[in-house]
């Protein structure tokens, strides 16, 4: 098994925003996950690779020995800035791609979905789908919508391949260049038909990529359990 989906934590911050600046350079102001992760409606996912640790510069920088202030001064620094909140710093992990759902009442939102770059077109974006409808149907969601630019035609075929229609166009909704966004939505994810589309396309990801992913699954029965 490579990849493994679980929940977001604040160590996973760094590499969250990392990978949402390079996916969404152009929006302004960034989400401030940190705040998210406190958010009651807010459920966030991440997806790490195995393989990799993290880069930690401060203990793997050649010239630790001669900057050896420098990099006292700068771990000084990050404990300053996240003061009260010393597990900011990753553990580790290499975290490849994120998402994040709002739930409220029987809808839930896709707020963001993002994939590394050097990672994409590898089945990682459709495992964090999988495990927002397996999520979302877990809390008791009966739809899932979202809104994505006009252009974004790649983010559009994986919710069209997962039965996500166009519902409505809101004109304009980007800030930073007035992009339209269209509405998409499932029907009822609860469904009899949804199911069992759905669990011919989770057949067929696990039959193309299975033996390398750990999906996210029973999250509810673990939240009630904490
Ligand atoms: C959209 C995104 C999350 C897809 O992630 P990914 O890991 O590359 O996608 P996957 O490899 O899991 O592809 C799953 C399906 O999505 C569709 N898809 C993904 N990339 C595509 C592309 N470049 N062109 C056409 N279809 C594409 C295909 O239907 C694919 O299924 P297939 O493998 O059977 O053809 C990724 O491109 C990304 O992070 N983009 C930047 C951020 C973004 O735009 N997020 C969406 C905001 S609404």
């Known amino acids: ?81 996240f003061f009260g909140d010393r597990a900011s710093e990753s553990d580790g992990q290499f975290i490849i791609g994120f998402a994040s759902i709002w739930v409220m009442a029987d809808e839930s939102h896709i707020t963001n979905i993002a994939v590394r770059k050097g990672y994409q077109r590898q089945g990682i974006g459709e495992l964090l789908l999988i495990s927002i409808i397996n999520l979302s149907a877990e809390l008791k969601a009966d739809i899932i919508t979202l809104e994505v630019r006009v252009s974004n035609l790649p983010a559009q075929r994986l919710y069209q391949k997962y039965d996500f229609v166009q519902v409505g166009l809101r004109h304009g909704y980007y800030t930073d260049n007035r992009e339209d966004a269209l509405l998409m939505s499932t029907g009822n994810i609860t469904s009899a038909p949804f199911q069992t589309q759905f669990q011919q396309l989770k057949r067929a990801y696990a039959r193309k990529y299975g033996e390398q992913v750990k999906s996210l699954s029973n999250i509810a029965a673990r939240e009630s359990a904490a």
């Open 1 to 81: 098994m490579v990849y493994r989906v679980q929940y977001m934590g604040k160590e996973d911050l760094r590499q969250v925003n990392e990978i949402d600046r390079e996916a969404f350079p152009n929006q302004w102001p960034p989400p401030d996950y940190r705040r998210e992760l406190h958010n009651p409606l807010a459920r966030l996912l991440v997806v790490c690779d195995d393989r990799h640790r993290a880069e930690t510069p401060a203990k793997d920088a050649p010239h630790q020995e001669v900057s050896g202030l420098m990099a006292r001064l700068k771990r000084w620094w990050r404990q300053y800035r």
